[in-house]
């Protein structure tokens, strides 16, 4: 199993800097014309600028060179980091997923409104390891409730149906489910 590590990265000013100063050099270069090194000068400007990438507040950069993970970039701002490289935004904010289902328990059909909040804290398990993360945590999730309230029901007939027992328990077994993807739930509600 993959999980997040950091990607090389440096200051986007500096690169900056850096190309202000071979544009510079440039000109030079053309007027005094010397045109091998102008055209050298253009390269390195074509690389730099193919490094740049900027990460805004709360998201990640995901770094992939030719399908291979190298890293992840947190820090925000203007960022230098490998380039010719595919960069895979990711959003660090706190997600809501919302879902209505029913169960079908023996005397009873019972419709369930869950309201989960989450955020991504490992960016790699949950680019690498799931293809939707939504629709991973909405089947997990009915189906945990699903199983809790069978059985609850079959135990205990008469008790209250969502008890805060049961939302423990749901709870518990769904952040080790979601842990396994770099997902932390941050709140979540259980209605009927």
């Given at each position: ?5 950091d ?21 030079i270069n ?9 055209f050298?000068?253009?390269?390195l ?20 060179l ?6 992840t970039?947190?820090?925000?701002g203007l ?12 959003s ?73 027992h ?9 952040e ?17």
């Amino acid at each position: 199993m993959r999980t997040e590590r950091d990607a090389w990265s440096a200051n986007g000013l500096l690169t900056i800097a850096l190309l202000a100063l071979l544009i510079y050099l440039i000109i030079i270069n053309i007027y005094e014309a010397e045109f091998v090194f102008a055209f050298l000068f253009i390269s390195l400007i074509i690389i730099l600028l193919a490094g740049l990438t900027i990460v805004k507040p709360n998201e990640a950069k995901v770094i992939m060179l030719f399908g291979k993970y190298l890293g992840t970039v947190r820090n925000e701002g203007l960022i230098y980091t490998v380039p010719f490289t595919k960069r895979k935004r990711i959003s660090l904010k706190i997600k809501t997923f919302e879902s209505e289902f029913s169960i079908s328990l023996s005397d009873r059909f019972v419709t369930i409104h869950l309201i989960l909040f989450y955020k991504v804290v490992d960016t790699a398990k949950v680019l690498f390891e799931v293809e939707q993360a939504e629709q991973f945590i909405q089947l997990q999730s009915e189906t945990i409730l699903k199983s809790i309230l069978m059985n609850e029901e079959h135990e205990n007939p008469q008790a209250e149906l969502i008890s805060d027992h049961i939302k423990e328990q749901f709870t518990i077994l769904l952040e080790q489910k979601l842990n396994r993807l770099g997902i932390e739930i941050a709140d979540l509600y259980i209605g009927h």
